[in-house]
């Protein structure tokens, strides 16, 4: 018989453990590590003498200053005592959790030698790590290793800037050709066909054509401003044109609204797709949206669909979604899908085990499957990769989606630009690079690997789930919750909206005093949620006395909610908790 359940292995090694169980091990390689980061230096140039002597380090104002400092460690130390304690299991709160090692000493170590993967001038190394862990996340989401590109940001929000970056790009050079076709009278193609065109015909056509660059930035919105190129536009196609519209699911995560807004494309260019009564981005409001887009001449700049929602964790039809934009597509409109995965594209490390029907519905694994089918995608390593802050990725199915600029000709598909040119932020760490690489070689990024965890996480909330219905018969869970988010509220018979909101205001404040147990909380609102409310609170029969319902949150992220070797069972100790503060408010 094995010592450590094969289940458990990769938490088990990979995690230093809620009581820092891994502490000797960890330390032995910290020592290590940094004893390496010395020899390097002394080993590189070992003829060039030392500038600080015995002598200087014998000084007694020398040594002053390093207790000072020592004091001052102490100091930091002692304020980061009173942070969130994310590493607890008790920690369910927000998309945080533990750090996996391997992600930790690929941070560090990159700390250690601070390269700025701007350019492979200042990271030689770092530049590579790049490269390969953004080939291990792509071939993750299913994507065709070899043809795939993307870079790391700082997270998901830069992530889902510079992919919508890149379709205003493709679609600003296909109307500034179209135009320049149409004003030297040989197309009779319309506005809408030239903003949906790939790449794949481009070069053909500007090569035909061979227009002057003056000639295609005139044209040009990114080059000019759209108050200078539509009056042109409009005057060619002799219409009124709009501006594009980008299609993003009602639970809009905020960076959409930023995204708009930074690229000029005015915020009544967001138009938000419908939710279903499970909260997932209906198909048919979706197909109505893109019709009436088109009948109004505005283009279809992008499709987001969401894999992994930021506030139930659910997962889109991306299979059906495409199949919609397929359908276009058939019809000479390519319309640029990108799946915002900040929270859930690590889900895609589930796919291709037997066991993971235990814990995502087969709905679910088509739509992570389909990924591959898409444009670009966003996956933030920071969140469900156990990965430390800050670190999200932008991958783009293939080398022509990639290109962007802002600055050079827009016009012309340039290869080989720096990185600099291609990523919207400047300087870049490679400490998330590193880390994500450093996983994905150690823990892997398959089902027996990452899969393996974030199956537990899963198993973890269902559990949970069905501690608090076997104990709390008012506990009522909101639809949608399909992976590791479970959001609830209690609610008795009758109880209106605004009633049962309050109670989850105050089990949010005291669960950190009581327990303890860490949890967020969320404001569902009719606006967004309309469908799925209306039946939810159907449940308990509730009056409607507000527009929304707050309800709480809880991310089952850490891996060790649910160990069989912990004194204290955490799901229970949680509805015990519950139990407790679901009575006192009653006595208030
Ligand atoms: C977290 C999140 C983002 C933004 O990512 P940051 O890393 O916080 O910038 C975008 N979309 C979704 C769905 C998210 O959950």
Excluded at 109 to 117: K, M, R
Excluded at 332 to 343: K, L, N, P, S, T
Excluded at 453 to 463: E, H, V
Excluded at 470 to 475: C, R, V
């Amino acid at each position: 018989m094995s010592l450590c359940d094969p289940e458990e292995v990769a938490l088990k090694t990979f995690f230093l453990g809620p009581q820092a169980e891994n502490a000797s091990w960890v330390l032995d390689e910290v020592e290590m590590i940094f004893r390496h980061w010395f020899q390097w230096r002394r080993r590189l140039f070992p003829k060039d003498g030392v500038a600080i002597s015995e002598k200087d380090q014998k000084e007694i104002s020398y040594q002053e200053k390093q207790k000072q400092f020592r004091d001052l460690l102490h100091n930091l130390l002692n304020r980061y005592e009173k942070e969130v304690p994310k590493f607890s299991p008790r920690y369910i709160g927000h998309m945080v959790s533990e750090t996996s090692l391997p992600a930790l000493f690929g941070h560090m170590i990159t700390l250690l030698h601070n390269p700025n993967n701007i350019s492979g001038e200042v990271s030689k190394v770092g530049a590579l790590l790049e490269k390969e862990a953004i080939a291990f996340l792509s071939e993750m989401l299913g994507f065709d290793v070899s043809l795939a590109q993307g870079h790391f940001t700082s997270g998901g929000t830069v992530a889902n800037i510079e992919a919508l970056w890149r379709a205003r790009f493709r679609m600003d050079h296909w109307l500034a050709l179209g135009c320049y076709e149409r004003s030297i009278g040989f197309s009779s193609r319309d506005l809408i066909e030239y903003a949906h065109r790939g790449w794949k015909d481009f070069k053909k056509v500007k090569d035909l054509l061979s227009p002057e660059d003056s000639e295609l930035r005139f044209f040009s919105f990114v080059a000019n401003a759209p108050w200078r190129s539509v009056p042109e536009i409009e005057k060619v196609f002799g219409q009124d044109f709009k501006g594009p519209v980008v299609l993003v699911p009602n639970n809009k995560h905020y960076s959409w609204q930023k995204a708009v807004s930074l690229l000029g494309l005015g915020e009544t260019s967001l138009w938000s797709v419908a939710l279903d009564p499970k909260g997932q981005l209906c198909i048919k409001d979706l197909q109505d949206k893109i019709k009436k887009a088109l009948l109004q001449q505005r283009p279809v700049l992008m499709v987001v669909s969401v894999a992994g929602t930021t506030e139930l964790g659910e997962i889109d039809s991306i299979d059906e979604v495409q199949d919609v934009l397929d359908s276009y597509k058939e019809k000479g409109i390519e319309i640029w899908h990108h799946v915002d995965g900040a929270y859930g594209g690590f889900f895609c490390s589930l796919l291709g085990d037997p066991y993971t029907e235990e814990v995502l519905q087969v709905k679910d694994q088509k739509a992570l499957k389909s990924i591959s089918r898409t444009h670009s995608v966003t996956i933030d390593p920071h969140k469900l990769g156990y990965v430390p802050f800050s670190c999200g990725a932008i991958i783009v199915h293939n080398e022509e989606d990639y290109e962007t600029s802002s600055f050079s000709a827009p016009y012309v598909l340039q290869k080989n630009l720096n990185t600099w040119m291609r990523t919207l932020e400047g300087s870049r760490s490679a400490t998330g690079a590193a880390a994500t690489w450093l996983t994905a070689l150690s823990i892997g990024l398959g089902p027996h690997g990452y899969g393996r965890i974030i199956r537990r996480s899963i198993w973890s909330k269902m559990q949970l789930e069905e501690q608090m219905k076997k104990e709390i018969a008012e506990a009522y869970f909101v639809p949608g919750c399909t992976t590791n988010i479970l959001c609830f509220c209690i609610a008795f018979k009758g109880e209106s909206l605004s009633e049962v909101s309050r109670r989850s205001e105050y089990l949010y404040e005291q669960f950190p005093l009581s327990g303890p147990f860490y949890v967020s909380r969320t404001v569902l609102k009719f606006e967004n949620y309309g469908e799925l409310l209306k039946k939810f609170i159907q449940l308990w029969e509730a009056p409607i006395d507000q527009d929304s319902l707050c309800v709480l949150r809880l991310v089952l992220m850490n891996p060790f909610f649910t160990s069989k070797e912990t004194q204290i069972s955490f799901p229970e100790a949680f509805v015990h908790t519950l139990k407790e503060l679901i009575l006192k408010f009653s006595q208030k």
